[in-house]
């Protein structure tokens, strides 16, 4: 056991990151930008799930407040989504589609989401 209050992590990155001048860098881990956010189809799909699948802490207990969009899970829709992931966003954002105009849509994603990048 120590004495460190992990909900501090953050803060104190951020401090260190201002008073020496060093930006830190996105894919550092905990604190780093990209830290609790998810591109790969099988995280997004987990972590819509369940998010303890895929994370050791939560943002929360290092100090960081988890977004509402993407069902709270971090997700980066990109190239890797998956069905659910692209799914879960239409349905966050109001969009309740039926299964064939979800499947082209999604087929329509994949096509834009290869090119980008």
């Given at each position: ?56 802490m939560t943002p929360e207990s290092i100090g960081l407040m988890r977004g509402e969009s993407q069902s709270g ?45």
């Amino acid at each position: 056991h120590s004495a460190i209050n992990p909900v501090h992590i953050t803060s104190t990155s951020k401090m260190v990151a201002e008073y020496t001048g060093m930006k830190c860098q996105p894919h550092k881990a905990i604190v780093g930008a990209n830290a609790f956010q998810h591109e790969s189809g099988i995280h997004q799909d987990g972590m819509i799930k369940n998010k303890g699948t895929y994370e050791i802490m939560t943002p929360e207990s290092i100090g960081l407040m988890r977004g509402e969009s993407q069902s709270g899970a971090g997700i980066v829709l990109g190239k890797h989504s998956g069905r659910n992931a692209v799914f879960t966003r239409l349905r966050e954002l109001g969009y309740d589609l039926e299964a064939d105009k979800l499947d082209k849509v999604f087929t329509r994603f994949k096509e834009v989401a290869e090119k980008k990048k």
